[in-house]
DNA sequence: AAAAAAC
């Protein structure tokens, strides 16, 4: 098997590594750093979690390894769509490059100027940036690309959905056209194939399977929800959630759980607070400071629950994570993948718990499509018992959340029925619904990623045996919840830790990456 | 319908 002593990196960075633990490289490190070393363009297909940003830190820093930058002339650059990310980057070339002489500079937005442009000054080898910041700084005038010699553009298909192709088109046409190129997208939408064609030579390209969809050490399950009338609905919602954290007792060291709506991060944060959890929430609105500080909290294990928008959803790499929560579903699928995908990393075991209400139906419908499987229904611990926990529930309700309106618009009475029969009428319409997939539905993007999922499972027609299936999974609920009575979660619960043998190194799975920011903000 | 990112 392939070793990382194997693939031409400089001792320094060999012994960085070494120093992590990590010693078998995984599949797209070893497709990337091979012809990155030799100078060519990388396009890498591939989720974060499959060692994405080791396959490019490392080749960089022994590409850099002599040569020293210039003021004002960056020798290398990092575009990553958030600033979390940026920084995760930044602490990963912090200890790959520990016994190297390169210097960097992280130029992410919600931070002061001064610091960076002192740094940029000196001449950085490396420069790290979401590109807002960096735009910023080049129309300052601050700042000359013309130097880079590697240009390293990250998660590029969230790029696209934020809105940042445009940018880092400008940012592509200030580097030399001589500069190399690693380009990493999880997926190859139209436009990401234009930008690649546009701006990549003749690219090695590596693409390696769906990590998180594909991955069983990821447990997953959904619970179908219906509150007892529209008004309680949200409160009941989030005392589900709390019986569903309870319910995973001891296994549950900690968390994240994923929230649509930024309001709905603060609301269920402060909600479970006043119930007694460890929890905080991290989203745009909340300053880079506070971000910063809770997600450093996380990752150093004073905060049980991290309560989030998709800020977090994807990247993002906390080491040992027990669960996600998705306390909605998501309305684009392909962020399913990437929320649940912070749990069960790198060889470990994770759970992932997701919450359905009847107006989800549609976008769960859309993610079991995507991730080609049916994710089994949990039955609900409320139960039968709904009316007693919804009047636990009155209890709750911060005081933010008071609906402001009160438009109260009678449904159907069809809408009334218990949960369970909504939970089956998904279940039939989105079976009534999968063949569709083949229907010419416009001629949009979203289905690009279609062909290239190699997933070995094939094209199994999943209405084949439904009926066979939905009693399968039935039995599996009925099985987990008995478990539960003995706050396991069944045979596998004992080997729960024993078995978790870290494997890979996967993005950030290395121990530094559990230090805090502080700790890493040396040099 | 919402989230992210520049001031």
Redesign the pocket.
């Known amino acids: 098997m392939t070793k990382f002593s194997d693939l031409n990196l400089s001792d320094k960075v060999l012994k960085a590594v070494a120093e992590t633990g990590y010693d078998t490289p995984t599949p797209i490190q070893v497709g990337a750093i091979v012809p990155a070393l030799e100078g060519r363009d990388v396009l890498g297909i591939a989720q974060t979690g499959t060692g994405k940003t080791a396959a490019f830190t490392l080749p960089m820093i022994t590409l850099l390894g002599r040569g020293r930058a210039r003021a004002r002339m960056p020798r290398s650059l990092v575009l990553a ?4 990310l940026a920084a995760q980057v930044a602490a990963n070339f912090d200890a790959y490059a520990k016994y190297t002489k390169l210097s960097k500079a992280l ?5 002061s ?1 001064k610091d960076q442009d002192k740094l940029i000054d000196k001449g950085v080898d490396v420069l790290i ?8 700084h080049l ?1 300052r005038g601050k700042l000359i690309l013309t130097d880079v010699k590697v240009m390293v553009v990250d998660e590029a298909d969230r790029m696209l ?4 192709i445009p940018d880092i088109e400008e940012i592509f046409k200030r580097t030399p056209f001589t500069r190399q190129t690693l380009f990493f997208s999880a997926t190859m939408a139209p436009e990401i194939e234009r930008i690649t064609n546009t701006f990549l030579s003749n690219p090695a390209k590596i693409e390696v399977a769906r990590a998180a969809t594909t991955n069983t050490n990821i447990k997953q399950g959904v619970v179908m929800f219906k509150g007892s009338s529209k008004p309680k609905e949200p409160a009941e919602k989030r005392d589900l959630l709390r019986q569903l954290i309870v319910a995973e007792g001891d296994a549950c060291t900690n968390a994240i759980i994923f929230c ?6 603060d609301i269920v944060s402060k909600s479970l607070n006043k119930h007694g959890f460890n929890a905080a929430p ?4 909340l300053d880079q400071s506070h ?1 910063t500080r809770t997600l450093e909290q996380f990752r150093d294990n004073e905060l049980k629950i991290l309560v989030a ?3 977090a959803a994807r990247g993002l790499d906390i080491p040992a994570v027990t669960h996600v929560f998705n306390f909605d579903v998501p ?2 699928a392909e962020d399913y993948v990437h929320r649940i995908g912070r749990t069960g990393r790198a060889g470990r075991k994770g759970t992932a718990i997701m919450i359905c209400t009847s107006r989800d139906e549609k976008n769960f419908a859309d993610v079991e499509s995507l991730v080609n499987e049916q994710i089994p229904r949990l039955d609900s611990p409320m139960g039968k018992a709904a009316p007693a926990a919804a009047a636990a529930a009155t209890d709750d309700a911060p005081k933010t959340e008071r609906p402001k309106r009160t438009r109260t618009r009678r449904k159907p009475a069809a809408d009334d029925k218990p949960a369970a029969d909504t939970a089956q009428q998904a279940a039939a319409q989105q079976q009534q619904e999968q063949p569709k997939d083949e229907a010419p539905r416009e001629a949009k993007p979203r289905r690009e990623r279609a062909p290239r999922q190699q997933t070995p499972r094939e094209d199994t027609p999943r209405e084949a045996a439904p009926q066979q299936q939905r009693n399968d999974n039935q039995r599996d609920n009925n099985q987990r919840d008995n478990n539960r009575g003995r706050g396991g979660r069944g045979n596998n619960n004992n080997n729960r830790h024993n078995d978790n043998k870290v494997v890979g190194l996967g993005d950030d799975t290395p121990a530094f990456i559990a230090l805090s920011f502080a700790d890493r903000a040396k040099v």
């Open positions: 769509p958030t600033r979390e130029l992410i937005g919600g931070t100027f940036a979401t590109p807002g910041r960096l735009l910023d129309e959905d934020m809105g940042f649509n709506r930024k309001s709905d991060v991290i989203h745009g609105d971000r928008s998709d800020v309305s684009h």
